[in-house]
């Protein structure tokens, strides 16, 4: 499974705040990507390589990354509206490996 999350469109430098914080608190990892064309896209990817996850690990780091995306949109001087993680504020994508050639 692989999960892409941003934070609004065009905010890649929310986004990138956003990885950083994750990193520096140190309970997951997550590995953050960039595309240059046609627009410059900042993003954050949530990859499972261990061979058998369960539901709690995925529901652990979906619950570290709701706290400190709130921490960080609590924090902005000029705050976005609907404050709570949803589909309004990061996108998810879906990937199930073993059903793609």
Same mark, same amino acid.
């Given at each position: 499974?692989?999960? %892409?999350?941003?934070?609004?469109?065009?905010?890649? *430098?929310?986004?990138?705040?956003?990885?950083?914080?994750?990193? %520096?608190?140190?309970?997951?990892?997550?590995? %953050?990507?960039?595309?240059?064309?046609?627009?410059?896209?900042?993003?954050?990817?949530?990859?499972?390589?261990?061979? %058998?996850?369960?539901?709690?690990?995925?529901?652990?780091?979906?619950?570290?990354?709701? *706290?400190?995306?709130?921490?960080?949109?609590?924090?902005?001087?000029?705050?976005?509206?609907?404050?709570?993680?949803?589909? *309004?504020?990061?996108?998810?994508?879906?990937?199930?490996?073993?059903?793609?050639?």
């Amino acid at each position: 499974m692989l999960t %892409s999350d941003r934070l609004q469109e065009d905010n890649n *430098e929310l986004t990138k705040q956003l990885y950083h914080n994750i990193e %520096s608190d140190g309970r997951i990892h997550l590995v %953050s990507s960039e595309l240059h064309s046609p627009a410059p896209l900042y993003f954050i990817r949530f990859a499972i390589c261990y061979h %058998s996850p369960n539901k709690q690990h995925i529901e652990y780091a979906y619950q570290v990354i709701h *706290e400190l995306c709130n921490q960080l949109l609590d924090q902005q001087s000029n705050p976005i509206p609907n404050k709570q993680i949803n589909h *309004e504020n990061i996108n998810l994508i879906l990937l199930d490996h073993e059903n793609h050639n």
